[in-house]
């Protein structure tokens, strides 16, 4: 199931299961915390791939550790502490050790905090055919990838899985959270990619867009969950090879989506395999980020 150390799929017989995503694997930890693996499973056009892609749950999981612990003092977070491997006997440690976290388990909001610093992906898309992003009205003349004016918010639904996020304005989030709720969660998105935008420039990587995922405890405080800033929520560019007028390389799963649209396939399952390269470069991209911002 682990063939040189990937994993496709967990299979845990010593807690009950709760849910599988594209990534990540849910098991419930007692009555109020979970166990989340990250697999290294990858999804593309909103289709999960048949093979995974080695070492990637890794970098997400080490990824998400790292911002949690430079960001704690914006926001409280999920993470309890406690050591994956403790919960767990030793039969099933192989499938958690180095991509799992034991987290609180809390009320998430049905909000996507989208942030973007710079033009590029769909909010490009939109700027050309309408001079705003999310219906944010932008300067004209903006160039393809150009730092934007001042970091939007365009926050987005939660769709079910296999559907797509739909864009959604901020009203729209008061009504789904509250109108008090609604304005911490842009605030702190805001503030949570400026800070570690700022600090990723000084490693050579440009952050041109994320998303945060929020949950509130009992007594309704507004917590940060989910994974932050990996490559598989964010777009993360070599500040080296960055300039306007094209959409940069970036750290991520590019090189899929790329080989994909050169195959006939019709964007619905199943998804073909990709080569053995097309999956060590993608394997490459992730581990190289990783090393470029945390050590």
Known sequence: MIPGDTLLQSDLKSLPFLHRGKVRDLYAVGDDKLLVIQTDRLSAFDVILPVPIP???KVLTALSNFWFKKLAHVIPNHLTGIEPESVVP???????AGRAMVVKKLKPLLVEAVVRGYLIGS???DYKKTGAVCGIKLPQGLQQ???????????????????H?????FADVEVIVGAELAAKVRDM????????????ATRGVIIADTKFEFGVDADNNLVLIDEILTPDSSRFWPAAEYRTGISPPSFDKQIVRDWLETTPWNKKPPAPVPPTEVLA??????????RL???
């Open 55 to 57: 070492g990637k749950g």
């Open 90 to 96: 030793d039969a099933d440690r192989a499938q958690v």
């Open 123 to 125: 909010g490009w898309s």
């Open 145 to 163: 990838a150009q730092k934007l004016p001042q970091v939007l918010f365009t926050p987005s639904s939660k769709a079910p899985a296999g559907q």
């Open 165 to 169: 996020d739909e864009n959604i304005t």
């Open 189 to 200: 998105s805001i503030r949570l990619y400026t800070e570690a935008a700022d600090y990723a």
């Open 281 to 290: 470069k993608t394997s490459a991209k992730y581990a190289e980020v990783q």
């Open 293 to 295: 911002l945390t050590q």
